[in-house]
């Protein structure tokens, strides 16, 4: 059946706009004016972006399915206990699948492309949430049960997601209405500093990460003696730690592909490696997860802080609710008057090349 249809062609770095570059990647570029049809039908052929998101989209399902397994196994409506879990798959199955649509429409137009890699980040934040969520009630160790770190612990991980969305949808154009509106597509300071946006980006999700792994990361590495919760768990913490800073080398780095341009164009790629180690750090940290609910779940329900809506699936829903918000504002300038900019947008279709910022 493919083979009756007329696949998209795709394009060398030349022959589109900077703002659709990736770092050593020379060729399989899709048409930056690409329609919803061409974008789903790229899924089919390859070209640069195929593996960044089927290596997102098919673990979306194994999640659900992890997902599903807890909703009709466990008594999930009267058991509070399990609500951080169900939080924390909601959000394994959240990112990877804003990730994939992500990769898909972004060659739509520039303003596409901005706009879902928004919804991206929102994303992203949430997972972070989701992991602090089921770290404040299952993971903490035994001697910051109840202290007043355990007590604002989820707080200031809702505040930090929104900090991470903000930042990094900040660090694509800037300001909405300062520093761009619908007429003005281009990167505020990167047009000086290349380099600058990744840096925004790395610290937007680098911080709520360290945040939420103080207790783990104590827990590991610091603690001595009694109350450290020293058990069979922390081999599993060990891995997706690990798994967790080799992503973040790989996204900073790009390598392979840095050490020779044109070579992993296709497969092998940093930004694809980047999906394929999250993913597996994203599976080891469920296990992690849920055999410290398992085996520590007598002694929480004794000794550790309520679990309620507000601290569970109500942070949550703030959170996706502050960071929608935020999209709404930094994609609203691209979206009013939209057809203003039209004119300018079918430019790139006459004229592949392009000034602008280079993204990555």
């Known amino acids: 059946m493919l083979s009756l249809i007329k696949l998209p062609r795709v394009f060398t770095i030349n022959q589109v706009p900077k703002v659709f570059h990736e770092d050593s990647i020379i060729s399989g570029y899709r048409h930056p004016r690409s329609s919803a049809t061409d974008c789903i039908l790229s899924l089919f052929q ?11 989209f098919l673990p979306t399902w194994y999640f659900f399915w992890k997902l599903l397994t807890v909703v009709l196994m466990q008594d999930v409506w009267r058991d509070s206990f399990t609500w951080p879990l169900l939080v924390f798959l909601m959000s394994c199955c959240v ?9 898909t429409f972004s060659t739509m137009s520039t303003r596409a492309r901005h706009i879902c890699f928004f919804f991206d980040y929102g994303a992203l934040s949430l997972y972070s949430l989701g992991s602090a969520i089921t770290y404040s009630a299952y993971v903490i160790p035994d001697k910051w049960v109840n202290s007043l770190f355990h007590q604002y612990y989820i707080p200031i991980a809702v505040v930090n ?12 154009l800037g300001l909405p209405y300062i520093q761009y509106n619908h007429d003005i597509i281009k990167r505020f300071s990167e047009c ?3 380099k600058f946006g990744k840096f925004l980006r790395i610290l937007a ?10 207790p783990l990361f ?13 058990n069979d768990t922390n081999a599993l913490h060990h891995t997706h730690i690990a798994l967790a800073f080799l992503t973040a080398f790989l996204f900073a780095t790009h390598l392979p592909e840095r050490l020779a341009p044109g070579s992993f164009d296709y497969i092998g790629h940093s930004h694809q490696l980047f999906h394929v180690f999250g993913i597996i750090g994203t599976h080891f940290q469920m296990e992690a997860i849920e055999q410290d609910m398992v085996t520590r779940r007598p002694w929480l ?3 550790s802080l309520p679990i309620t809506f507000t601290n569970t699936l109500g942070a949550a ?6 960071s929608l918000g935020i999209i709404f504002l930094f994609s609203l300038p691209l979206l009013w008057s939209a057809t203003r900019g039209e004119h300018t947008e079918k430019k790139t279709q006459s004229h592949p090349i392009a000034k602008g910022c280079q993204y990555h």
Request: glycine share 2%; proline share 4%; hydrophobic share 40%.
């Open 46 to 56: 390859l070209t640069n972006e195929t593996l960044n998101i089927w290596t997102h």
């Open 192 to 194: 000086k500093s290349p």
């Open 205 to 214: 999700f680098a911080l709520p990460y360290l945040f939420d792994n103080i």
């Open 301 to 303: 329900l004794t000794y």
């Open 161 to 172: 997601t929104v900090i991470c969305t903000a930042l990094a949808c900040y660090s694509r």
């Open 317 to 322: 829903l703030l959170s996706v609710t502050l």
């Open 95 to 103: 990112y990877p699948l804003a990730s994939s649509c992500a990769h």
């Open 218 to 230: 104590y827990r590991l590495f610091l603690c001595v003696g009694e109350g450290c919760t020293d």
